[in-house]
């Protein structure tokens, strides 16, 4: 932990849905959610709008469509438009220090003290502001929220405090006054079952975290998890903004309060760990080819089967069948303690046929109150995705709205136009073809 509040943790606000916001002004204050958008798509981004009604990442689709209201639009995400704007602003955060540690597209570290600035709470704060404004000037309006502390944990945290466009700096001396009213969830590491067995013991907060000893929390969690959350309750977190950082794997684990043996269980268990891989591989722009399997079994013993495949994944669902493939290989009679799901061998995200399945097809309605991705019966013989960017011959850039029954209909607009106006064409007019994301500049 350093003397000094130095490190600076950025997180864009529901960056894929803001950036959708951005290039589509018809859904400016709108409820936008990106991710899946058939049966079985899983939610990646959704907008505060859409959040308000209780939509979330990894959340299955068809639970998002049930709880938001008409008039939300449900888009296929477009990385390379994402892509773009996180480079503008990964070089906002590169003038301010060498020091930058990139997470993931719309997360990153800053090290200040490697760039010789003002590292007083004025200073700071006065540096943050700045670059926030920076940001939603260079992006065309996307926004971020800041965390600055001695250390990346406390960073972290406080980018979260004052969602969306926040700001919190937390100063040298005042970290466990910052963090020990907080839900023991703010943690990292904390996950549902963590915090079911603290909750047993009577923890709620990080200041309850605390007043466990090291022999309690270790025996309550395990050695390693549980040394680690002692020293996050103490704000004990040491370690570096490192700019070469590649993941070679994504992962996600559950542990649970007692051994599960119902296969229906265990089914349940693996789908929502592919859902939270596969949000964090689309989040990354990044997919991978080898998907593993991760078991603890009653007595302690655990172990790990692999599949690799023959091209990378991104997709929930595909990432869940090979996991469920491997899961009924494994002796399952004694019960499970734990399961996790991985993917590896990474590589740069590449577009699959996520959207191409009949059951992702997006048949439009005509009328006038037609909805952005709204599911209809009827087959799409071409595989148009809503949101897709599109340019036509005589009508010029727009996206599409939906698709299906031959038809494509699109909105012709952009960032820079005001709301534009819908129209359905046929869906193999050859004056329409796909088109790279708008200029926003």
Known sequence: MRREPSIMHLDLDAFFAAVEQRDKPSLRGRPVVVGGTGGRGVVSTASYEARAFGARSAMPTPEARRICPPGTAFLGPRFAAYQRTAEVVMA??????????????????????????????????????????????????????????????????????????????????????????????????????????????????VGDLHRLSLIDLTTLVGQAHGAGLYRLARADDDRPVVTDREAKSVSAEETFARDVTDPARLTAEIDALAARVGSRLQRSGTSGRTVTLKV??????????????????????????????????????GGLRLLGVGVSGLSTYVQGDLFAEPDDAQPVDELPDAVPGDPRPGPSVVAWYPGQDVVHAERGAGWVWGSGLNRVTVRFEGPRTAPGPVRTLAADDPALQPADPPDWT
Do not use: W
């Open 296 to 333: 603890r079994r009653y007595d302690f013993s655990t172990l790990t089967r692999s599949q690799t495949l023959a091209q990378p994944v991104d997709d929930p669902r595909q990432i869940a069948a090979v996991a469920r493939r491997l899961l009924a290989a494994v002796d399952r009679s």
């Open 92 to 205: 906002a955060l590169r003038e301010l220090s060498p020091l930058v540690e990139q997470v993931s597209v719309d997360e990153a570290y800053v090290d200040l003290a490697a760039g010789g600035h003002d590292l007083s709470v004025a200073g700071v704060t006065a540096l943050a502001t700045r670059l926030k404004d920076t940001i939603a000037a260079a992006t065309g309006g996307v926004t971020g929220s800041v965390g600055v502390g001695t250390s990346k944990s406390l960073a972290k945290i406080g980018s979260e405090l004052r969602k969306p466009d926040g700001l919190t700096v937390v100063p040298a001396g005042e970290e466990l006054a910052v963090l020990h009213p907080l839900p023991v969830r703010s943690l990292g590491g904390v996950g549902p079952a963590t915090a079911e067995r603290l909750a047993q013991v009577k923890v709620a907060t």
